[in-house]
DNA sequence: TAGTTACTCGCACACTGTACGACAATCTCG
DNA sequence: CGAGATTGTCGTACAGTGTGCGAGTAACTA
């Protein structure tokens, strides 16, 4: 009986659990990969070895890389977080909002290079729309006004976090502090032309902050700045009407 | 070698004998060839027959596809203008700089897809960070806060314009109308789960209003509104000092 | 005239996305 | 039970990519 145990015997069966490839661990692994190796390191067959299958298996769950990229967009999608206005009141909302879309894009860096490829309407991007535009209708913005204030925040948002990380990663690279950085573009000013038109002390970095809480300032700067002037907007509407 | 490894860092070279290819040239050529078949239609031998001359010479003039693209961003950092504070008042010039920097986007729409790869410090990028900082110098911001109200105009305008990049070549590569496109949008939400927090009669497009000018009028929203903002800000700042 | 520099370019390598078609496992139906 | 359809995997191949290497050429300097 024991001595029936063999490789040989035991090949016969339907041994290997053929199971493994679904779509969503596709997405999942790409995730993965793109979150380690950046938007360039992903390629189909990478991806198949990791998850120990056949290049070309891929396409049977996948159209195309840029569809199952268009997936992982949306999957992403799904992590952002939008509350309603019954909870915060609409502006406490939007500020969550644009912190929820700023973290996922610092957490995502190839994002930047791919979101604006083509407009994404996936179910978890709609979802967001939608709950972003309950919002803003809160506010009390009307007909495509809604459309307009969330537009310019989310235009604001995704642009800060995208520079943020350009930033960042420039600055992973380089292994130099932001110091150094800033030095050398002063010196590299220095030289430059356009130079005269500087004003004196400019262009220093303002030393004693790290970067992510500079970064961080300069965030809800300028989205404070922006929910000023919606704010503003409304109340302005309000009297009118 | 270090660290901060790039085209503007590196010595340029002494001058060339006077030939056919030059590195203006290839600049000039890739911009071309950027602007008509994209990002994903720019390879160094399609570049270098356009140039008549072989696909590797082009590496004696430049170091790297990735450097080239750095190259022709920075050109293009050229188109943009920046009017000074003296003309018109700094809001009125930073609208004015706010258009021509939107214009440059939506004239060179593979912009979005590398703008964010990593930060440009080229010459021209360079004197337009210079010439922007004095604008809002003139606003009355003071220290960091030039950077973080130049940064958050910025990073709107370039958000704003990247999406508005990504609607117009979907609608020219679908061929659909944009309320097609939406009411294919609206059906799609209409099955989707998240559809009950929508509020209703939302989501259909306003009609007789065509893309273009509905972009502009959405683009002025948003930068009047963070104007608005970053105004009540330097009033406020003024008030207290 | 000899040597150095400035530049061009063919070849080759490793790698990409993906079409195709030959396989195998599982399910369906008579 | 058995046969056909469905579902899924994967090796091979093709056309394309960026770019390192080294051989080749033309012009300038000594």
Redesign the interface.
């Known amino acids: 009986m024991a001595s029936m145990d063999s490789i040989w015997t035991r090949e016969k069966k339907s041994e290997p659990a053929r199971e493994a490839l679904s779509r969503e661990q596709i997405v999942r692994g790409a995730t993965a990969l793109l979150d380690s190796e950046g938007l360039a390191g992903l390629s189909m067959r990478k991806l198949a070895a990791r998850l120990d299958s056949g290049a070309t298996s891929l396409y049977w769950h996948v159209q195309t890389k840029d569809d199952l990229i268009d997936l992982v967009i949306d999957e992403i999608y799904g992590e952002i977080d939008v509350p309603?206005p019954e909870l915060a009141g609409w502006r406490r909302g939007v500020t969550l909002f644009a912190h929820s879309l700023r973290a996922t894009v610092l957490r995502h860096v190839w994002l930047?290079?791919?979101i604006?490829?083509?407009?994404r309407?996936g179910?978890n991007a709609?979802?967001v729309g939608?709950?972003a535009?309950?919002l803003f209708?809160a506010a009390g913005f009307i007909?495509?006004?809604?459309?307009?204030?969330m537009?310019?925040v989310?235009?604001?948002?995704?642009?800060?976090a995208?520079?943020e990380?350009?930033?960042r990663?420039?600055i992973r690279e380089?292994?130099?502090s932001m110091e150094d950085?800033a030095r050398?573009?002063a010196e590299?000013?220095q030289n430059?032309?356009?130079?005269d038109?500087?004003?004196e002390g400019?262009?220093q970095w303002?030393s004693g902050t790290d970067v992510d809480t500079?970064q961080a300032?300069?965030f809800e700067?300028?989205l404070?700045?922006?929910?000023?002037?919606?704010q503003?907007?409304v109340k302005a509407a309000d009297q009118a009407g």
């Open positions: 309603g930047p290079e791919v604006y490829s083509r407009p309407l179910p709609m979802s939608s709950r535009i309950v209708t007909d495509r006004e809604v459309d307009y204030a537009g310019s989310m235009s604001y948002v995704i642009g800060s995208s520079s990380v350009s930033v990663t420039t380089t292994g130099k950085w050398e573009i590299l000013t430059s032309a356009a130079n038109t500087v004003p400019r262009m303002p500079m300032e300069a700067f300028g404070d700045s922006i929910l000023d002037g919606l503003a907007r």
